[in-house]
């Protein structure tokens, strides 16, 4: 009889070890500290840096295979340029996303993802199209959009006490 009573016992045991060992009913995380406005100006710095070294490369291969008069015009080429240039923009978008910014900086945030999500959209419909006349179309509206999206990072910059890039 001892044997079905160390089953039992086990049993037990097991069952408060798992309840211990579960998640709490009222877990506690610690609240993170907020960031410094010079850690803020650091992460934005580093985010639209690999932003625009990035785009530096990719642009050098749009100009010469996504234009129609080019010589070495070519339509994978682009399509493969232009993909590039909407992940690069993603990616900084993730880096942004991950800045906790104030109040009034993050309204700016705000706006420049808002015109990211338009341009991502615009790229990869490019990215995707089957002419090169179809992409040029696209390239004017993305145009457009990277204008407004320069003057609301500048907006951005300025809320986060950054001077506008030279």
Do not use: H, K, W
């Not at 991950?98 to 959209?121: Q, V």
């Not at 696209?138 to 890039?165: E, F, K, M, N, Y």
């Amino acid at each position: 009889m001892r044997i079905p009573r160390a089953r039992f016992t086990v049993c037990i045991l097991s069952a408060a070890l798992l309840a211990a060992c579960g998640g709490s009913t009222n877990p506690s995380s610690p609240t993170p500290t907020p960031l410094t406005q010079a850690q803020i100006q650091s992460r934005y710095v580093a985010a639209a840096g690999r932003y625009n070294q990035g785009e530096a490369q990719i642009a050098l291969t749009e100009n010469a295979s996504c234009d129609a008069a080019s010589v070495s015009v070519a339509l994978e080429t682009c399509q493969t340029a232009l993909s590039g240039q909407r992940q690069l923009t993603i990616a900084y978008d993730n880096a942004l996303r991950a800045i906790p910014f104030s109040a009034g900086a993050a309204t700016e945030a705000g706006r420049l993802l808002g015109d990211d999500a338009a341009i991502e959209n615009l790229l990869e419909q490019a990215a995707t199209s089957p002419a090169i006349a179809v992409i040029a179309t696209l390239q004017q509206q993305i145009i457009a959009l990277l204008a407004t999206a320069a003057t609301d990072a500048v907006a951005l910059r300025a809320a986060i006490g950054l001077p506008a890039p030279a």
